[in-house]
């Protein structure tokens, strides 16, 4: 009996620890959400607008119906994917700013693929798809990961520079050797996918959604369940350590960023052959760059990054109706996302409202001299 | 009790972790101008102890006198406001700063709004005057030695007019001469009136500086000594509880064949010169190779070349008649070599990890701790790691707790756990035992004899004279990037190795 009580009460302690643990991993992110939220309220409230009536039509455009929930998710399928990329880089202690440029890459090959190749069978036209949106972008992740690898250089300057390399090409291609000419169109697009190749809705949630689930979930298997995850999160958090354990520092800098860009492009694959049916400029603006803010809100987690996700989809997907409803500019949910990513990132001053004092143990790490 | 002059006085301090009892009801009282020694085994809980009187952690039970009057110190900055300096045990210094950048950090003199530095440097000077330390204040501090580095934290508790001052293991990466210096302005800082409380592992220094003595083990003050009523053996005995046996038993060594032999190994530094030059050696199986010198004598990069972490610029090194492909630690795990290495944060150990993962750091896709498809055995990984943890009496509250809340005494012993519990044929341990307490040291002495006995080839790369005399079969002093002489251990005595040491050439012979 004494044992049983004994077992019972490490399980309880392990459980409230489990719970302190999980308190304290979202309560910043979720502190900002809310911080962010408030301060928008002040600013909808300054500029004249009823703050109340605004996020109440922010909330009725995403998540109101059936029809706006489903919006909602389609927003959010490709930063859960960009969310994704970031926040797996990261765990090898590299800050890919780059998932924008490997999304455009992934969204335009996908778009070629879907429109190409004729005369598939429409599950496997869509996986080819895919894939060639997904591998052009780990393709395009590969290069800054391989200049980190060999030279050193920093993977934040190469992958910003990199991103006015997509830009730039992507454009070209689509106003240049692949522009659509149906009906004479004279807007930088390739021509519409084959039906083969689109990715379609169960009712009005998107099957793109589904995948970036499952996808989540094999990123966090990835990432904690095999050897090569750990070699990912050691290196990124001591590659010494890593190097004296045998591991191939080098190649697992350039292995995480293939993959990284492949999530990132398979994000924009998902974006063309599930929402726009083609490749346009525009359309894909600022999708990688969200993942940044996604992966941070998520504390680079999977599982969080997918509610992450969501919230900021909903804030796309509401912001139309709340302009309509409310008639406030709807740049206004520009302006909380930043609030957010600004909360999120000065993580102290968090602290500091929340009272929520860091774990001792987090305060210093205890050594010997040169130890360090 | 409140007749005395007490400095501090710290009254029935608990602190709990979670599982962990750090500070179990501890009172301890520093007179005014003493220095007062605290001892105790690894995790007895000095560290938290000091930290707790620093304001880094909060008590959950106790209280604090200073100068006899309560007080409430919630922060660094109140610590530092009743006059209390602390100098960690680790550096809290930022590299790229000057040294007076340094020490003005957190209470910057300011002229309107920009900083004045040149007054800053005037006050900085003439307290290192006034103490006798000395420092270039515009020196930057990742390009100064170690011991200096230390004298700019204990300047910069001065320079706040510290009149407590805390040095939590100070001596343990001091050369012996940095030791003696700093035992210097020890003295001269107690005759103004200053009153030092001094942690360390080295009983002799004890001996040697302290006024009092007070000895912690698992959270609680298990004792109070002075140098005059005990000795080494005594102080041992106090810590650990039992009989240490100060001198390391073995029976002579039985060489076998060479298992690992370097070749005319030369490596160049940071800055193209040659800091390993020309060196050959060879270990056999069943012998203990000591490498004496003093810190920064080429032996850190020497090891890093022999273990796979550095390139060499020529020779060879061969394992069990194999050469050996450079920069390959991968090679190395899997024939046989194991390292303990030097820095056992930067190399030894992912802080954040639990302890499991530390455990197969080098052998984590190996059977049985992966399985198909890269696939991580977690059962098998915990099951080893609470293996080891038995063996090595590693104190900790479980497996899956991150290296980081271990006391650096049971973070060494993880490494040693995780290497020795591997099929070796050579063992490369740099300064295996530093920072660990005599317990520890004992321990880990057993093993790596135990090693040798079975047929290991093992290197001891040490700096302290009496490791590497109690420990080795033979022994090559490193110099400047040579190795000098090579002696067996039975003709060596303390006082010629310290001269080789010193860069006194040997007599030819
Ligand atoms: N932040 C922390 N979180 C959890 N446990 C901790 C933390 N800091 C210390 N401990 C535990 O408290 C105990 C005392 O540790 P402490 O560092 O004070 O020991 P120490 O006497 O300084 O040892 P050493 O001589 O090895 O430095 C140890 O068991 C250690 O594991
Ligand atoms: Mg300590």
């Known amino acids: 009996m004494n044992d049983q009580s004994k077992n019972n009460e490490e399980n309880a302690r392990s459980f409230s620890s489990w719970l302190g643990a999980l308190w304290r991993a979202v309560a910043v992110p979720l502190a900002a959400v809310l911080l962010a939220i408030l301060i928008g309220a002040i600013l909808l409230a300054i500029s004249g607008a009823n703050p109340f009536r605004a996020y109440a039509a922010l909330i009725e455009g995403s998540f109101g119906s059936m029809k706006a929930f489903g919006r909602t998710l389609a927003k959010a399928t490709p930063l859960i994917f ?56 780990a393709l395009f992740g590969a290069i800054p990961g391989v200049l980190k690898a060999y030279t050193g250089a920093s993977e934040v300057i190469t992958t910003i520079m990199l991103n006015y390399v997509a830009i730039n090409i992507t454009d070209y291609i689509a106003d240049g050797p692949l522009k659509d000419s149906a009906g004479g169109n004279i807007v930088a697009r390739t021509p519409e996918i084959l039906d083969s190749a689109r990715i379609p809705s169960i009712g009005e949630i998107p099957v793109g959604f589904f995948l970036a689930i499952i996808v989540s979930i ?44 492949f999530l ?43 509610p992450a996700a969501i919230l900021i989809g909903a804030m796309k997907a509401g912001a139309s109706t709340m302009q309509f409803n409310a008639g406030v500019a709807k740049e206004i949910t520009d302006v909380i996302q930043a609030l957010m990513l600004f909360f999120v990132t000065a993580d102290l001053i968090i602290r500091k409202l929340l009272r929520t004092r860091e774990e001792d143990g987090e305060k210093i790490i205890l050594s010997g001299w040169g130890q360090q | ?117 040149r007054r800053a440097r005037r006050e900085i000077l003439e307290i290192s005057e006034a103490h006798g330390l000395e420092v270039d204040p515009d020196a930057i501090v990742e390009n100064i030695p ?156 020497l090891v890093e070349a022999i273990t796979g972490l550095r390139s060499i610029d020529a020779g060879e090194i061969v394992l069990m008649g194999k050469k050996v492909p450079f920069e390959n630690p991968r090679y190395l795990v899997e024939n046989g070599m194991g390292h303990v290495p030097e820095d056992r944060h930067k190399h030894g150990l992912v802080l954040p990890y639990n302890l499991a993962d530390n455990f197969v750091l080098c052998t984590y896709y ?46 060494q012993k993880v490494i040693v756990g995780r290497e020795f519990s591997r099929p070796l044929k050579v063992l490369v341990a740099n300064q295996p035992t530093r920072g660990l307490d005599v317990g520890s040291i004992e321990y880990i002495h057993k093993e790596i004899v135990k090693m040798r006995d079975e047929g290991v080839g093992v290197v001891v790369i040490s700096a302290e004279i009496d490791e590497i005399l109690s420990l080795a079969d033979r022994i090559a002093i490193m110099y400047r990037g040579k190795i000098v002489t090579t002696v067996d251990a039975k003709d060596a005595t303390r006082e010629q190795l310290g001269l080789w040491m010193a860069g006194v050439q040997p007599e030819a012979a």
């Open chain 1, 218 to 261: 094999i990123v966090w298997f990835t990432l904690w369940r095999t050897t090569t995850g750990f070699e990912i999160r050691t290196v990124g958090l001591s590659p010494h350590a890593a190097k004296y354990a045998g591991m191939r520092v080098a190649f697992t800098v350039i292995l995480t960023m293939i993959i990284s860009g």
């Open chain 1, 82 to 137: 960009s969310g994704l990329s970031v926040a797996f880089a990261f765990k090898a202690g590299l800050f890919n700013i780059g998932a924008q440029g490997q999304l455009l890459f992934g969204a335009l090959a996908s778009a070629v693929a879907g429109f190409m190749l004729k005369g598939l069978p429409p599950f496997l036209h869509v996986t080819v798809a895919v894939l060639a949106g997904a591998i052009a972008g």
């Open chain 2, 146 to 301: 170690v011991g200096v580095q230390q004298r700019v934290e204990i300047l910069k508790a001065l320079y706040r007019k510290a009149n407590i001052l805390v040095l939590d293991e100070p001596t343990a990466v001091l050369t012996p001469q940095e030791a003696e210096d700093l035992f210097r302005v020890m003295r001269a800082l107690t005759e103004k009136g200053v009153s030092i409380i001094f942690i360390t592992h080295k009983l002799k220094e004890v001996l040697n500086v302290a006024d009092r003595i007070t000895v912690m083990r698992r959270g609680k003050v298990v004792g109070h000594t002075s140098p005059h009523e005990t000795d080494q053996k005594g102080l041992a005995a106090m810590m650990v509880g039992r009989e240490v046996l100060l001198e390391v038993k073995k029976a002579p060594a039985k060489p076998g064949d060479v298992v690992l032999e370097v070749a005319n190994l030369t490596i160049e530094g940071e800055r193209g010169l040659e800091v390993v030059k020309d060196i050959s050696f060879e270990v056999r199986a069943g012998e203990i190779l000591g490498i004496a010198g003093v810190q920064g004598n080429g032996q850190t990069e």
């Open chain 2, 1 to 117: 009790m409140t007749e005395e002059n007490l400095a501090l006085e710290i009254r029935h301090v608990t602190k709990r972790f979670p599982g962990v009892l750090a500070n179990d009801d501890v009172s301890f009282t520093l007179r005014k101008g003493e220095i007062h020694a605290l001892l105790g085994e690894n995790g007895a809980g000095k560290t938290t102890l000091m930290n707790v009187v620093y304001g880094l952690y909060t008590q959950d039970e106790g209280e604090f006198l200073i100068d006899n009057n309560v007080v409430e110190i919630n922060g660094p900055s109140d610590a530092i406001n009743y006059g209390i300096g602390m100098v960690h045990q680790h550096f809290m210094l930022v590299p790229v700063f000057s040294v007076t950048e340094n020490m003005i950090l957190g209470s910057e003199v300011t002229k309107g709004t920009s900083l004045d530095l």
């Open chain 2, 366 to 411: 190996q059977k049985p701790f992966a399985g198909q498809m890269l696939m991580r055995n977690h059962q098998a990984v915990f099951e080893n790691a609470v293996g080891l943890i038995k063996r090595f009496d590693v104190r900790a509250p479980g497996a899956d707790v991150p290296a980081s809340t271990l006391s650096g005494g049971n973070q």
């Open chain 1, 264 to 306: 990132a492009g398979m994000g924009g694959s998902i974006e063309s052959l599930g929402i726009v049916g083609r490749y346009q400029p525009g359309f894909n603006t600022g999708l990688g760059f969200d993942g940044i803010t996604i992966a941070l809100l998520g504390k680079t987690h999977p599982f969080g990054i997918i």
